[in-house]
């Protein structure tokens, strides 16, 4: 069967942030599957080009390009040398981000200010230095992942919620902003998925439990799962989504 071509990618540069493990790499790794030439992202140059060299193994031609997205200058620079040495970045998923468990009133201010300049920042300054070089061009996807915490709250993440809840409506404001200029400015938010972010929640069979039961599909996700909003949303088909966030999450913002 031949792929729809409105969800081909074939020869669209694509830059992941946070992508040496986790849900960046399945992402890059999905937007390869359709086509896509992927740019690795992360601020462990080591860890980044092994898992450039893997996905080598795989057949997937990856470039890799280390530099920390929540400093300004370093973004800049890197972003530039993408466009100069890769091409023009068609594609930009912002999904580097972390996450940290206190209760509120215990809630450490360094964990505050790490969380909010990776969580929120990132997407800012990324996000800002690949715009500008995709509105002389007219058009371009940007896909920031936000979560289901961009609803919903859970106890001992008041902080991380903040963070998820202002990217949502950054990823509006900048659709709002850039939709004039051919580009579409989207959300991807992952419900309960099996990562190293959330390995403590897997290995807790109360919060399993818990999950299970709320969760309409009744289990966790796999991060393969994520690949199917992430080529819609880069690619044609979603030509006249702009400003939309869309949940991944078995049904968990669906149930009460």
Sequence with gaps: MNKHPSFDLTGRIALITGSSKGIGLALACALASAGARVVLNAR????????RAALAGQGIDAAAY??????ADAVQAGVARIEAEVGPIDILVNNAGMQHRAPFTEFPLDAWHRITTTNIDSVFLV???????MVPRGRGKIINVCSVQSELGRPGIAPYTATKGAVKMLTKGMAIDLGKHGIQVNGLGPGYFKTELTSALVADPA??????????????????????????????????????????????????
Excluded at 207 to 227: I, K, N, Q, Y
């Design 44 to 51: 462990d140059a080591d860890r980044l080009e092994a898992t």
């Design 66 to 71: 280390a530099f920390d997205v929540t400093d």
């Design 127 to 133: 996000g800002q230095a690949v715009a500008r070089c």
């Design 207 to 256: 919060f399993t439990a818990w999950l299970t039961a709320h969760t309409p599909s009744g289990r966790w996700g796999d991060v393969e799962e994520l690949g199917g909003a992430a080529i819609f949303l880069a690619s044609d088909a979603s030509s006249f989504v702009n400003g939309h966030i869309l949940y991944v999450d078995g049904g968990i913002t669906a149930s009460l």
